[in-house]
T-cell receptor
Framework: DAGITQSPRHKVTETGTPVTLRCHQTENHRYMYWYRQDPGHGLRLIHYSYGVKDTDKGEVSDGYSVSRSKTEDFLLTLESATSSQTSVYFC???????????????FGPGTRLTVL | AQSVTQLDSHVSVSEGTPVLLRCNYSSSYSPSLFWYVQHPNKGLQLLLKYTSAATLVKGINGFEAEFKKSETSFHLTKPSAHMSDAAEYFCVVSDGSSNTGKLIFGQGTTLQVKP
């Protein structure tokens, strides 16, 4: 298994509070991604990073921000959590962005976030 | 734009019978295609991937998929289902329009295996 950890694994918080989720990798992969998983929607990309301090928005980025100050860590922050952000959040890493080997992504175990 | 459609949200089979999970894709580029599996309360695990080499791709746990460009399909099959195959399966296409490695996920197919 790829060396990817997420913390915390479970969190319950209240509406309006800030929340930070952490993704840590030991593979030295350049690309990192944050997804959310909701029933009937598969996985949707929130933000991604293509290098240290290089990040960009995905399809559902509103209400989220990210930071990547080191290759191994990618943080996802909910500035003011809302009930609509209750979800399971997955981090993924990839060595490449495409090419002959394809951009295979490897996933962390997930964080279950509940916003009351 | 790239997209992927999983034609069945739920598939039920008996143990020992064949499995077929259907996936159609749309891509303006030569796509990379993947199947991932997610067991309950677990992360996603790569089953197999197609990256423009052989059109018949073999994966883990006896699964395979065939890339058919003329039909824009990438269906997942297994000759004989096991109880442990019960999980959710995602068909995924790479977003070849950018050099960001982004993936686009289907909505998932839940596979139920009956004894």
């Amino acid at each position: 298994d790829a060396g990817i950890t997420q913390s915390p694994r479970h969190k319950v918080t209240e509406t309006g509070t800030p929340v930070t989720l952490r993704c840590h990798q030991t593979e030295n992969h350049r690309y990192m991604y944050w997804y959310r998983q909701d029933p009937g929607h598969g996985l949707r990309l929130i933000h991604y990073s293509y290098g240290v301090k290089d990040t960009d928005k995905g399809e559902v980025s509103d209400g989220y921000s990210v930071s990547r100050s080191k290759t191994e860590d990618f943080l996802l922050t909910l500035e003011s959590a809302t009930s609509s952000q209750t979800s399971v959040y997955f981090c993924a890493i990839s060595e490449t962005s495409g090419g002959p080997r394809g951009n295979t992504q490897y996933f962390g175990p997930g964080t279950r976030l509940t916003v009351l | 734009a790239q997209s992927v459609t999983q034609l069945d949200s739920h598939v039920s089979v008996s143990e020992g019978t064949p499995v077929l999970l259907r996936c159609n894709y749309s891509s303006s580029y030569s796509p990379s295609l993947f199947w991932y599996v997610q067991h309950p309360n677990k992360g996603l695990q790569l089953l197999l991937k197609y990256t423009s080499a052989a059109t018949l791709v073999k994966g883990i746990n006896g699964f395979e998929a065939e890339f058919k460009k003329s039909e824009t399909s990438f269906h997942l099959t297994k000759p004989s289902a096991h109880m442990s195959d019960a999980a959710e399966y995602f068909c995924v296409v790479s977003d070849g329009s950018s050099n960001t490695g982004k993936l686009i996920f289907g909505q998932g197919t839940t596979l139920q295996v009956k004894p």
